[in-house]
C-alpha cells in the first residue's frame, strides 16, 4: 500500500472530525461549512501546483500538491462525496482509452 494513500486516509478522516465543528476556530471547518468557498480553494491550489511544476522545482511541486489534495479531501467531504464514489468511477474507467473514455460523456 502506498505510503500517500495510508496518509490520505488519516486526513480525510481527520477532515470527517471537523465537521459540525466551529469555522471561527478550524479552518477545515471553515471550509467544510463553505462548499463554494472549498471549491474556490481548491481551485486556487491548482493553479499553484502548476505554477510550481512549471517554474519552481520538485520541492514546490510537492509541497502545492499536499496542498491541492488537502483542499480536494474538504471539498469531497463538504460536498457529501466519498471516497469510495471516487474510487467506483476509476474503476469504472479502468482499461478504457482516454480518449474513448472522454468521448463517452454527454457534452
Known sequence: MSKLFEVL????ATIETRKGGDPTASYTAKLLNDPTLAAK????????????A???????????SADL?????????????SLDAVAEKLTAREGTSGIAEKASRPS
Open 9 to 12: 486516509e488519516r486526513l480525510a
Open 41 to 52: 480553494k481548491l481551485g486556487e491550489e491548482a493553479v499553484e501546483t502548476v505554477i510550481a
Open 54 to 64: 512549471v517554474a519552481q522545482g520538485s520541492d514546490a511541486l510537492a509541497a502545492e
Open 69 to 81: 489534495l488537502y483542499h480536494w479531501l474538504v471539498l469531497l467531504a463538504a460536498s457529501g462525496v
